[in-house]
């Protein structure tokens, strides 16, 4: 007995996306970032909601955001992950961020480009890579990368 419970899990899932991500989704397919804006307080919400969480309104006005923002967090992650769209291990480490994008109030947590021997800090510039080929999902962006 080692005190630990190793278990290899191979899981496949669905499930519908809310009515403002898939409004979100749909512009992620044409490479346009949109963030959901509440009318009472004026928080802009990237990813969307379907409700202000400090308001409790529905969520109806939408405002572009760009594909550049600032690094507000990040980590190293060593925990192998599967790629969703190749099916193929991603190599890791890798490194994971919580990105504002620029005209958002809240933070998208979206894979890290690190860059060669340089580590970075929050409040670095970064930019998102796109996918040649889009389909409206989170992972048309590749990564985000720093810009210095
Ligand atoms: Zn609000």
């Avoid at 970032?33 to 308001?55: I, V």
Wanted: glycine fraction near 10%; charge should be positive.
């Amino acid at each position: 007995m080692t005190g630990s419970v190793s278990a290899e899990m191979d899981l496949t899932w669905r499930y519908a996306a809310s009515a403002p991500m898939r409004r979100f989704l749909e512009g992620v397919a044409e490479g346009r970032l949109e963030a959901g804006r509440c009318t009472g307080c004026g928080r802009r919400y990237l990813p969307p909601r379907p409700f202000c969480g400090r308001c409790r309104l529905a969520i109806t006005e939408w405002v572009p955001v760009t594909d550049r923002g600032v690094l507000e967090a990040w980590t190293l992650v060593h925990l192998p992950i599967r790629d969703g769209r190749s099916g193929e291990m991603r190599p890791s480490p890798y490194g994971m961020g919580l990105i504002r994008l620029d005209g958002a109030d809240t933070t998208l947590n979206h894979y890290l480009q690190l860059p060669d021997g340089v580590e970075p800090r929050i409040g670095d510039r970064v930019q998102a890579v796109w996918r040649p080929e889009r389909r409206g999902a989170m992972d048309d962006i590749l990564h985000f990368e720093v810009i210095r």
